[in-house]
């Protein structure tokens, strides 16, 4: 299918004093954002490095291209071809620009893309955020469609005389020589600038001779990809048809009257040139057609509506009756049935033309999430997240562009699919912190977003949870509302983040005011699991105990019991511990050295790859490794010894006290590959393995009914950071993987493992009880005035320059004390302070939960930092680090 007709509304966007009709060909001139940052020349002439301002750029539009705003363009750009937006048509050119200066548009790449409220929406990311509109819209859209062109230089060999190195200089002998020495004989200015010294005086002198040529390669946007097809143009072949030839047009018709081209060649066993004689007779047609570059994922059984319990029942009556903007909180336990809900309330939509969008946290959550909704909704589905190939994203992207009826599943950046005719944004485990972005810019939150999109395309948010963030939770005022426990839902007006405003005028800087708008809320409850089964006790285990009575295993004598029964009675269990790896750290038992990235101030961790494999230590922040040593760098003891427990030292354990046991281990060390999650699920599901282990990815909504045991190694290695957010962490997470048990016929047990089993975390796991937690939870956020009581920004500066990056903190502190009604934190070192050998330095700023404050110039903020010192702003930091 091609998609070439996008029939979307173009982008009207507010004229700045200007008149004009941009249905008339009056309006030659047009504005652009260009996809140059850091440049602010006019288009016209060579760009400076180091300038950072963006703006829009003027120019021309040529006889014949017919360009409609909001359409993504190719423009000239000093010396290369640079992609933009068009943003504005002119009636004329700035004054202060003679018409004869302005360069023409080199052509259109994809029409008629941004409509106006997904440009509203671009533009409310970047004030919010503080992130340059062009940043802002290379992460909206898919890799490769904003690119640039290069200068190159290429070979005339036809034209180069024998010993012609006598005729020019050195430096032309040089380009010669290098040009020669390859095939083509084509490089591009910039390799050719590197290599030789005085590369200008030479190319000038090759080309006055003809010898060599210049040209511009063009940007390498994405592509679609094609494949040659054969179809049968005629009911009744031809007389002068000899046997061969009507033999292939019937094996043709039998097979529908169409083919790939290599699958016909091979079921004929024909060649090419047999084919293009019958097309020149008028018989059939040999014809690019374009394959859908996607992941599909293997056939699924297709599936039927399930019957619903009472509480879901009423949720999704509440939320197929929502008209418009509402924000729905979906409190389900674990186990309750969540994703039916989700299903039942997207069919209607498909049917009415409308599309949705479903947001999960982890690209290993997506397989079996996708699989249950194809077998539901066939291939009206689609995937879209950053571990797919470019083309598979492009192609993906434009088939959202088409406006049908489609359910998109992705990540957090899929929170930006251009899909026009919007129904419903569900956000499955919105507590989840993979849905704020650190790095790079800008550091959104899709739930943030995602609640901004689904008020400017007027469709109902509904953000899922067994354990809801204490954002969502405080929005809705669950503590002033009393819900019936069968769910039973109440309708209430609260205030939510502020209505992205209408795009700016020309020049207008952005607001930040505090207005609040009304909005509708509802809070629904899946209070029990489906079919009634219950939760999973969990059974605390006191490691201290554990110690004081004999046992030096990692696994407690419960847990090593528990493990035993699974191989005897059928079942599968699931190990949770919170690192990947083998052992957090090595240490020196003799003097006490700790063995240390040399790039960062941190430990390195021992990763075990095989048996006869060298020992080798990498470092979790930069990727630095380096092999075991045998001798302590600081003493040349012997005595090394490995402490900590990773996924890796878990396996080895597992082998060694239970080698009847199969496992699999499951973390970013064994899903590195594309489908890895999908091949491991898949394998485990099978019962090709009786135990999975692994970290955070077997806590978010993986649903296997053959689990009846979950493990939770070293429950402390959550509980005890330096971030005010580290207890609701460790909540959402314990709970979460305990509620991956006893999800089929047969009941589960949770056994969690601790040296703290009295931490307030601890007790409201063990009783299911997330009401207490949060009670307490917010009452301490409260008297510190942490979010959701209210608002931060965290600064974070790194540079390579220990004292410049300090005396930029301090002199930006300085400048930001004079705000009123800002309380400042810092500035301070990071809790790591050195990470890739840059020094890093942060100022927190927090103020009142209303509204961002109006805060100063953040142009003159930059200003305070030099070029050697790096500045991000993080609104609603979710990671203190």
Same mark, same amino acid.
């Given at each position: 299918m091609y998609i070439n007709d996008l029939s979307l509304p173009p982008l009207v966007v507010a004229q700045a004093g200007e008149s004009y009709n941009h249905n008339t060909n009056e309006n030659r001139w047009i504005e652009v954002l260009v996809d140059c940052p850091g440049i602010a020349k006019e288009a016209v002439t060579e760009p400076e490095e180091g300038e950072k301002e963006e703006k829009l750029y003027t120019y021309r539009l040529p006889a014949g291209l017919e360009v409609k705003l909001g359409d993504i363009l190719s423009v000239p750009f000093g010396r290369q071809l640079v992609g933009g937006i068009a943003i504005r048509l002119l009636a004329q050119p700035p004054a202060n620009l003679a018409p004869a200066e302005i360069?023409?548009?080199?052509?259109?790449i994809h029409p008629k893309f941004f409509r106006e409220s997904y440009w509203q929406l671009l533009e409310r990311v970047s004030q919010y955020y503080y992130t340059p509109l062009i940043q802002v819209i290379r992460t909206a859209l898919p890799p490769g469609l904003l690119g640039r062109s290069q200068t190159r230089l290429r070979l005339k =060999?036809? &034209?180069?005389?024998?010993? /012609?190195?006598?005729?020019?200089? +050195?430096?032309? #002998?040089?380009?010669? @020589?290098? $040009?020669q020495s390859q095939g083509s004989g084509d490089y591009s200015f910039k390799f050719m600038r590197r290599q030789i010294k005085g590369f200008d005086r030479g190319k000038k002198q090759l080309l006055q001779r003809g010898w060599v040529e210049t040209y511009i390669e063009m940007p390498r946007y994405s592509r679609p990809q094609t494949k040659p097809v054969v179809t049968l143009i005629v009911s009744i072949p031809p007389i002068d048809l000899n046997k061969r030839q009507r033999e292939i047009l019937e094996v043709l018709r039998r097979h529908g009257g169409e083919l790939w081209l290599s699958e016909f060649l091979q079921i004929c066993n024909t060649t090419t040139p047999t084919l293009r004689r019958l097309e020149e007779k008028g018989c059939i047609v040999i014809e690019e057609r374009e394959i859908l570059r996607s992941d599909r994922g293997p056939t699924v059984t297709a599936d039927q509506p399930k019957s619903l319990s009472l509480a879901q029942s009423q949720a999704l009556s509440t939320i197929k009756e929502l008209d418009g903007y509402a924000t729905v909180l979906l409190h389900g336990v674990t186990g309750s049935g969540k994703t039916e809900v989700y299903l039942q309330a997207i069919a209607p939509l498909l049917a009415q033309g @409308?599309? %949705?969008l479903v947001l999960v946290p982890e690209i290993g959550l997506t397989p079996q999430l996708t699989d249950r909704f194809r077998a539901r909704f066939g291939n009206k589905v689609s995937v879209y997240h950053s571990a797919l190939s470019t083309g598979e994203r492009y192609d993906t992207w434009r088939q959202m562009l088409a406006g049908e009826p489609q359910v998109v599943i992705g990540t957090r950046s899929a929170v930006f699919a251009p899909l026009p005719n919007l129904g419903l944004i569900i956000l499955d485990e919105e507590h989840d912190s993979s849905f704020k972005q650190d790095s790079p810019i800008p550091t959104y939150h899709a739930r943030t977003v995602a609640q901004w999109r689904a008020e400017l395309e007027n469709c109902p948010l509904v953000l899922g949870s067994a354990t809801p963030s204490l954002e969502?939770?405080?929005s809705v005022r669950i503590s002033d509302t009393k819900t019936d426990r069968h769910g039973d839902a109440e309708k209430f007006s609260v205030t939510a983040s502020p209505r992205p405003r209408h795009v700016l005028q020309r020049g207008e800087p952005p607001q930040r005011s505090g207005s609040r708008v009304p909005v !509708?809320?509802?809070?629904? !409850?899946?209070?029990? #699991?489906?079919?009634?089964?219950?939760? =999973? =006790?969990?059974?605390?285990?006191?490691?201290?105990q554990e110690l004081q009575q004999g046992n030096r295993s990692i696994f407690s004598r419960s847990l090593q019991e528990a493990l035993q029964q699974l191989k005897q009675r059928g079942q599968q269990g699931i190990l949770f511990i919170h690192r990947r790896g083998h052992s957090t750290f090595v240490s020196c038992r003799s003097c006490g050295f700790v063995l240390e990235c040399p790039h960062c101030d941190v430990s390195l961790a021992y990763h075990h790859t095989e048996e006869g494999a060298p020992q080798m230590l990498r470092c979790h922040y930069c990727n630095y490794a380096r092999s075991h040593p045998k001798n302590c760098p600081e003493c040349s003891s012997p005595y090394l010894k490995f402490f900590g427990s990773g996924t890796q030292r878990v396996a080895q354990e597992l082998a060694k006290q239970f080698p009847e046991l199969r496992l699999i281990r499951f973390d970013s060390d064994t899903t590195r590959t594309k489908g890895a999650h999908r091949t491991l699920l898949t394998q485990f599901a099978n019962g090709e393995a009786d135990l999975l282990v692994g970290t955070q990815m077997l806590t @978010?909504?993986?649903?296997?009914?053959?689990? *009846?045991?979950?493990?939770?190694? /070293? %429950?402390?290695?959550?509980?005890?950071?330096?971030?005010?957010?580290?207890?609701?962490? %460790?909540?959402? *997470? $314990? *709970?979460?993987?305990?509620? #991956?048990?006893?999800?089929?016929?047969?009941?589960?047990?949770?056994?969690?493992? *601790?040296?703290?089993?009295?931490?307030?975390?601890?007790?409201?796991?063990? &009783?299911?009880?997330?009401?207490?937690?949060?009670?307490?939870?917010l009452e301490q956020r409260q008297?510190?005035?942490?979010?959701?009581?209210?608002? $931060?920004? +965290?600064?974070? $500066?790194?540079?390579?320059?220990?004292?410049?990056?300090?005396?930029?903190?301090?002199?930006?502190?300085? /400048?930001l004390s004079q705000q009123e009604g800002l309380d400042i934190l810092g500035p301070a070192p990071a809790s790591i302070l050195r990470v890739a050998n840059r020094y890093r330095w942060q100022i927190m700023l927090k103020f009142a939960p209303d509204a961002l404050p109006q805060l100063p110039d953040w142009e003159q903020v930059h200003q305070l930092c030099p070029k050697s010192v790096s500045l991000t702003i993080d609104v609603d930091p979710i990671n203190m680090m």
């Amino acid at each position: 299918m091609y998609i070439n007709d996008l029939s979307l509304p173009p982008l009207v966007v507010a004229q700045a004093g200007e008149s004009y009709n941009h249905n008339t060909n009056e309006n030659r001139w047009i504005e652009v954002l260009v996809d140059c940052p850091g440049i602010a020349k006019e288009a016209v002439t060579e760009p400076e490095e180091g300038e950072k301002e963006e703006k829009l750029y003027t120019y021309r539009l040529p006889a014949g291209l017919e360009v409609k705003l909001g359409d993504i363009l190719s423009v000239p750009f000093g010396r290369q071809l640079v992609g933009g937006i068009a943003i504005r048509l002119l009636a004329q050119p700035p004054a202060n620009l003679a018409p004869a200066e302005i360069r023409d548009v080199e052509d259109v790449i994809h029409p008629k893309f941004f409509r106006e409220s997904y440009w509203q929406l671009l533009e409310r990311v970047s004030q919010y955020y503080y992130t340059p509109l062009i940043q802002v819209i290379r992460t909206a859209l898919p890799p490769g469609l904003l690119g640039r062109s290069q200068t190159r230089l290429r070979l005339k =060999p036809e &034209n180069i005389p024998s010993g /012609a190195n006598e005729f020019v200089g +050195l430096a032309a #002998r040089e380009i010669l @020589k290098i $040009l020669q020495s390859q095939g083509s004989g084509d490089y591009s200015f910039k390799f050719m600038r590197r290599q030789i010294k005085g590369f200008d005086r030479g190319k000038k002198q090759l080309l006055q001779r003809g010898w060599v040529e210049t040209y511009i390669e063009m940007p390498r946007y994405s592509r679609p990809q094609t494949k040659p097809v054969v179809t049968l143009i005629v009911s009744i072949p031809p007389i002068d048809l000899n046997k061969r030839q009507r033999e292939i047009l019937e094996v043709l018709r039998r097979h529908g009257g169409e083919l790939w081209l290599s699958e016909f060649l091979q079921i004929c066993n024909t060649t090419t040139p047999t084919l293009r004689r019958l097309e020149e007779k008028g018989c059939i047609v040999i014809e690019e057609r374009e394959i859908l570059r996607s992941d599909r994922g293997p056939t699924v059984t297709a599936d039927q509506p399930k019957s619903l319990s009472l509480a879901q029942s009423q949720a999704l009556s509440t939320i197929k009756e929502l008209d418009g903007y509402a924000t729905v909180l979906l409190h389900g336990v674990t186990g309750s049935g969540k994703t039916e809900v989700y299903l039942q309330a997207i069919a209607p939509l498909l049917a009415q033309g @409308k599309s %949705a969008l479903v947001l999960v946290p982890e690209i290993g959550l997506t397989p079996q999430l996708t699989d249950r909704f194809r077998a539901r909704f066939g291939n009206k589905v689609s995937v879209y997240h950053s571990a797919l190939s470019t083309g598979e994203r492009y192609d993906t992207w434009r088939q959202m562009l088409a406006g049908e009826p489609q359910v998109v599943i992705g990540t957090r950046s899929a929170v930006f699919a251009p899909l026009p005719n919007l129904g419903l944004i569900i956000l499955d485990e919105e507590h989840d912190s993979s849905f704020k972005q650190d790095s790079p810019i800008p550091t959104y939150h899709a739930r943030t977003v995602a609640q901004w999109r689904a008020e400017l395309e007027n469709c109902p948010l509904v953000l899922g949870s067994a354990t809801p963030s204490l954002e969502s939770w405080i929005s809705v005022r669950i503590s002033d509302t009393k819900t019936d426990r069968h769910g039973d839902a109440e309708k209430f007006s609260v205030t939510a983040s502020p209505r992205p405003r209408h795009v700016l005028q020309r020049g207008e800087p952005p607001q930040r005011s505090g207005s609040r708008v009304p909005v !509708s809320s509802h809070y629904l !409850s899946l209070p029990e #699991r489906i079919h009634s089964r219950p939760l =999973p =006790p969990v059974e605390v285990v006191d490691m201290r105990q554990e110690l004081q009575q004999g046992n030096r295993s990692i696994f407690s004598r419960s847990l090593q019991e528990a493990l035993q029964q699974l191989k005897q009675r059928g079942q599968q269990g699931i190990l949770f511990i919170h690192r990947r790896g083998h052992s957090t750290f090595v240490s020196c038992r003799s003097c006490g050295f700790v063995l240390e990235c040399p790039h960062c101030d941190v430990s390195l961790a021992y990763h075990h790859t095989e048996e006869g494999a060298p020992q080798m230590l990498r470092c979790h922040y930069c990727n630095y490794a380096r092999s075991h040593p045998k001798n302590c760098p600081e003493c040349s003891s012997p005595y090394l010894k490995f402490f900590g427990s990773g996924t890796q030292r878990v396996a080895q354990e597992l082998a060694k006290q239970f080698p009847e046991l199969r496992l699999i281990r499951f973390d970013s060390d064994t899903t590195r590959t594309k489908g890895a999650h999908r091949t491991l699920l898949t394998q485990f599901a099978n019962g090709e393995a009786d135990l999975l282990v692994g970290t955070q990815m077997l806590t @978010k909504g993986l649903d296997l009914p053959q689990v *009846t045991l979950v493990g939770v190694v /070293a %429950a402390d290695g959550l509980l005890h950071l330096s971030d005010y957010r580290a207890s609701e962490r %460790a909540f959402q *997470t $314990l *709970t979460q993987v305990a509620g #991956r048990a006893g999800r089929g016929e047969d009941p589960g047990k949770v056994i969690v493992q *601790t040296y703290t089993p009295e931490h307030p975390v601890i007790e409201a796991v063990q &009783n299911h009880d997330y009401q207490s937690f949060t009670d307490a939870e917010l009452e301490q956020r409260q008297a510190l005035n942490y979010p959701p009581h209210g608002r $931060l920004i +965290l600064l974070r $500066l790194s540079s390579l320059d220990p004292m410049e990056v300090e005396n930029t903190a301090q002199a930006i502190a300085t /400048a930001l004390s004079q705000q009123e009604g800002l309380d400042i934190l810092g500035p301070a070192p990071a809790s790591i302070l050195r990470v890739a050998n840059r020094y890093r330095w942060q100022i927190m700023l927090k103020f009142a939960p209303d509204a961002l404050p109006q805060l100063p110039d953040w142009e003159q903020v930059h200003q305070l930092c030099p070029k050697s010192v790096s500045l991000t702003i993080d609104v609603d930091p979710i990671n203190m680090m």
